[in-house]
C-alpha cells in the first residue's frame, strides 16, 4: 500500500476495523460532529374544540392522541385490528396472532417473564421521546442486552459451519487488520494536515484497536477470551483464529451491529413487554380508541375529511376537522380516496418491509450453561439471529427469539410455511449454533409481518433515492390531511420515528389553529 | 345503585350494538381482510399487488381458491404475491368457508379500474385474435369454456399472470388442466411486448 492517507480516508479506515463506534470516536477527536435534538412540541389549548379522526392506533397514532386530547381536541381513533398497538406487539399466554393465512395462538405458560415482543424490542438511550413517554406514563424499564460477545457467530463458509464466540471472532480479525494497517502505514505516506505527531498518535490507535504487542504484531488478546479461566494458573491466551477462516465470513458486515447508533449500549426494554408502552397510552386514551374499525374510503373536503369505515359489517361516515393517517402507505393505495395524483403515487413507490420473527418458550435457559446472558448470536442461516432473554435470568424457563430476518426473500421463505414447518426449519438451523437446541423448545410464535392482518408490512423500505423524491410530498399534508407513523419519518421501523412524525404533524395542526386565533398560548 | 338516565341510554345503545354484532352483519365483518389486500370493495390493491377480485366470476374465483388451497397456485417460486395467497386459501378451505367468501366478494360494488399501461393498441388487437375462441371477442369469458372474462380487471395482475404462464410458474401443475391450456396458448405471447400490447388492447374492451 504506497497510498496516502487523507483524514477521511483514515475515517473510513477505522470504520472498516472498529466499526462506526471508532468512526464516530475518531471523528469526535478530530472535531467533526455537531449534535442537535427535536423538540416535543408545545400543544396550545384550544378555545373551541376541534374534530381530530386519527386512523390506526399504533404508536403515531396514540401519541398523537395523547397529546392533542389533552389540549381540547375531540380526538377519536379509529383502529382497524383487535387490538392497539400497531406493530408494537407483545404475545403471552393466550394470545392471538391474527396472521391473514396462519392465524395462531401463543401458548406460552401463564408467566410475566414468558412473553415475545413480536416487533420493537429495545429502546436506545438517545430515543428520547420515547423514554420521556415511558417516564410520563409509568413504564418501568431495565436493561436491554443486544450485544453480547460470549454469544455465538455461526456461519457455514468458515471453520465448517462450527460456532466460534462473537469476541474471538471481532478480536482476531481486528488484530490481523490493526497489524496489517500498522505494516502498510508509512510517515511519507501522510499528507496534510496530518503532522508527524499525528502519525505516532494513530499508529498509538491502531495498535490498541488491534491489541498488537510492543512491536505491532498480534498474537492473541484476552478479548478474544481465554483458553482456560482457571483463576490459579497463570493467564493462558488462545491461539489466534486463522485470518483466512475469518474473512471467509460475511459476518464482518453485521460484526459492528452492537456499535451503531441505535443498538449500541446502553439499551432498555420495558419490564413485562414492549407493549407496556401501548398500555400506558391507553391508560390515558384508551376510551378514545374504538377497534375493529377498518377504514374504506378518504374524502378530502374544503374544510375538513370525511371518512368511511366499516364496523360490524356496516358502513359508517364521519366527520373530522383534521384526519392523521397511519394507515400503512401500501394498505392505502387499495383505499377510495381523493388524493392527487402525485400524491397516492408515493403510496405504491416505497416497497414494503417483510421481516420476521420466531419466538420460541424454552423449558430450561441452557444459554445461560454456556455462558450466555441476554444477546444475540449471529448466523448467516435464514434465522439469522438468536436473542436470549436479558430478564428473567436463572429461572427454569425463557422465551428466546429463534429468527429474526433482514432479508425479504428469507422472509419470504419463512411466510410460506404453515407455522410448524416453520418452527422445523429454525429449529435445524438453530442446532448448528446449540447442538440439542430443538430437544427445549416447548411452544413456539412466528411473526410475518407482511402477512399480518392489517398491517401486511412491516417498516417501509426508503432509501436515498426514495427519500429524495417521495418524503417531502408524502409528509406535505393534503389539505387538513396528514400521513403519518414510522412511514413518513427518517427512522422507520422505530417508535421513535413514529413519534417524530406525530409530532411533526401535530405542531403544524397547532401552527394552524394558533393562526386562526383559535388557541391560548400552553 | 341507581342508574341515572344517561346511563340507560348508554345501555340501550350497547344493546345496539350487541344486536348488530350478533346478526348477518357479523359473518359479512368476518372477510374483511379480503378488502385489506384486495382494497375497498374488493376493486384492487397495486401497493400489495393484490388484483381486483370483485366483478370477477363466481365460478373462477372458487375454481382459483380451491387452487390455492390444493397448492396448485401459489407454491412455485418468483410468485411473491401468489405466496402470500396460499395460506388464504388453505385457511378458507380448512374452515370451510370458501364460497361464502366468494358470495361476500360478489356482493360488493365493482368499478372499472383505471388502466395502468399503454402498449399497441392495434399489435395487441392482432395478438387477441388468438384469445378470442376462449375468452371472446370482447373479453367477457365463457363459462363452459372454463374461460374467465378478460375485460374489466386489473391490467397490471393480467400481464403478471401471463408472465407467469410464460415462465411457468403459473400452469405447469398437472393437476391445473385449464392452467395447461393456457400454457400452451401463451406461445402466440413470446415476449414482454406482446403480453403488453394484447393487455393494452383487452383494455379498450367492455
Known amino acids: ?522 | 345503585m341507581k342508574l341515572k338516565k344517561k346511563h340507560w341510554v348508554g345501555l340501550i345503545v350497547l344493546g345496539v350494538e350487541a344486536v348488530l354484532a350478533a346478526g348477518s352483519a357479523r359473518a359479512e365483518n368476518k372477510f374483511d381482510y379480503c378488502l385489506l389486500c384486495h382494497g375497498a370493495d374488493a376493486n384492487g390493491n397495486f401497493g400489495i399487488r393484490a388484483p381486483k377480485i370483485s366483478g370477477v366470476e363466481p365460478w373462477y374465483l372458487s375454481r382459483q381458491l380451491e387452487n390455492f388451497a390444493a397448492g396448485i397456485r401459489g407454491v412455485p417460486g418468483d410468485d411473491a404475491a401468489g405466496h402470500e395467497m396460499g395460506p388464504v386459501g388453505m385457511r378458507l378451505k380448512q374452515e370451510a368457508t370458501l364460497e361464502a367468501a366468494v358470495e361476500y366478494i360478489g356482493t360488493l360494488k365493482s368499478k372499472p379500474p383505471a388502466p395502468t399501461l399503454t402498449g399497441d393498441v392495434a399489435h395487441g388487437k392482432q395478438l387477441y385474435a388468438n384469445c378470442t375462441s376462449c375468452h371472446g371477442a370482447k373479453g367477457e369469458g365463457n363459462q363452459t369454456l372454463n374461460a374467465p372474462a378478460l375485460a374489466g380487471r386489473s391490467d397490471w395482475y393480467l400481464v403478471v399472470q401471463l408472465a407467469n404462464y410464460q415462465k411457468g410458474v403459473r400452469g405447469a401443475d398437472e393437476r391445473d388442466i385449464y392452467g395447461a391450456q393456457m400454457r400452451a396458448i401463451i406461445a402466440t405471447l413470446p415476449d414482454e411486448k406482446a403480453i403488453t400490447d394484447v393487455v393494452a388492447y383487452i383494455n379498450t374492451l367492455k
Open chain 1, 1 to 522: 500500500m504506497n497510498r496516502t492517507v487523507s483524514r477521511r480516508g483514515f475515517l473510513n479506515l477505522a470504520g472498516a476495523v472498529g466499526g462506526s463506534t471508532a468512526v464516530y470516536r475518531a471523528a469526535m477527536a478530530l472535531g467533526l460532529m455537531s449534535q442537535a435534538r427535536a423538540e416535543r412540541p408545545d400543544i396550545a389549548a384550544l378555545t373551541k374544540p376541534k374534530k381530530v379522526l386519527i386512523l390506526g392506533g399504533g404508536i403515531s397514532g396514540l401519541t398523537a392522541a395523547y397529546e392533542l386530547s389533552r389540549k381540547g381536541y375531540d380526538v377519536q381513533v379509529l383502529e382497524a385490528s383487535f387490538r392497539a398497538g400497531g406493530r408494537n406487539m407483545t404475545v403471552r399466554n393466550g394470545d392471538r396472532i391474527d396472521e391473514t393465512g396462519f392465524p395462531q395462538v401463543c401458548n406460552f405458560d401463564k408467566d410475566p417473564d414468558l412473553y415475545f415482543n413480536c416487533g420493537p424490542a429495545r429502546i436506545p438511550g438517545h430515543h428520547k421521546a420515547l423514554l420521556n413517554y415511558c417516564k410520563e406514563l409509568d413504564v418501568e424499564l431495565e436493561p436491554f442486552i443486544n450485544d453480547n460477545r460470549n454469544a455465538w457467530v455461526q456461519d457455514d463458509a468458515m471453520f465448517g459451519g462450527k460456532p466460534i464466540r462473537a469476541r474471538e471472532y471481532m478480536t482476531d480479525s481486528r488484530g490481523f487488520v490493526a497489524e496489517l494497517m500498522a505494516k502498510s502505514m508509512k510517515p511519507e505516506s501522510m499528507t496534510a494536515p496530518m503532522t508527524k505527531d499525528d502519525y505516532e498518535r494513530l499508529r498509538e490507535y491502531v495498535k490498541y484497536l488491534g491489541n498488537l504487542d510492543p512491536s505491532f504484531k498480534y498474537v492473541g488478546s484476552s478479548n478474544a477470551g481465554l483458553a482456560r479461566h482457571d483463576y490459579t494458573a497463570p493467564e493462558l491466551l488462545k491461539t489466534p483464529l486463522s485470518a483466512s477462516e475469518l474473512l471467509k465470513s460475511r459476518f464482518m458486515l453485521i460484526m459492528s451491529f452492537g456499535e451503531t447508533d441505535d443498538q449500541a449500549a446502553m439499551m432498555m426494554e420495558p419490564v413485562g413487554g414492549m407493549d407496556r408502552v401501548v398500555a400506558g397510552f391507553l391508560r390515558k386514551v384508551g376510551h378514545l380508541v374504538q377497534l375493529q374499525s377498518q377504514v374504506q374510503a378518504i374524502k378530502v373536503q374544503g374544510k375538513g375529511v370525511e371518512v368511511t369505515y366499516r364496523r360490524n359489517g356496516e358502513y359508517v361516515t364521519a366527520k373530522a376537522d383534521y384526519v392523521l393517517n397511519c394507515i400503512p402507505m401500501h394498505l392505502l393505495a387499495g383505499i377510495e380516496h381523493n388524493f392527487p395524483k402525485e400524491y397516492a403515487a408515493g403510496f405504491t413507490a416505497i416497497p414494503r418491509g417483510k421481516l420476521f420473527k420466531i419466538g420460541f418458550q424454552m423449558k430450561e435457559r441452557f444459554w445461560e450453561k454456556e455462558g450466555i446472558y441476554g444477546g444475540i448470536s449471529w448466523t448467516l442461516q435464514d434465522i439469522q439471529q438468536l436473542w436470549y432473554p436479558a430478564h428473567g435470568i436463572h429461572r427454569k424457563k425463557g422465551v428466546m427469539l429463534g429468527a429474526y430476518t433482514f432479508d425479504p426473500n428469507a422472509g419470504e421463505k419463512f411466510a410460506r410455511l404453515a407455522p410448524a414447518d416453520r418452527f422445523k426449519l429454525a429449529i435445524a438451523q438453530g442446532e448448528k449454533i446449540h447442538p440439542g437446541y430443538g430437544s427445549y423448545v416447548e411452544s413456539g410464535v412466528s411473526i410475518a409481518w407482511h402477512q399480518m392482518n392489517h398491517m401486511l408490512g412491516c417498516a417501509a423500505q426508503w432509501d436515498e433515492a426514495l427519500w429524495k423524491k417521495w418524503f417531502k410530498t408524502l409528509q406535505t399534508p393534503v389539505g387538513n390531511h396528514f400521513l403519518m407513523g414510522d412511514q413518513v419519518s427518517y427512522h422507520p421501523g422505530w417508535q421513535e420515528g413514529a413519534m417524530a412524525s406525530a409530532h411533526h404533524a401535530i405542531a403544524e395542526i397547532d401552527a394552524r389553529e394558533r393562526s386562526s386565533k383559535n388557541a391560548v398560548a400552553a
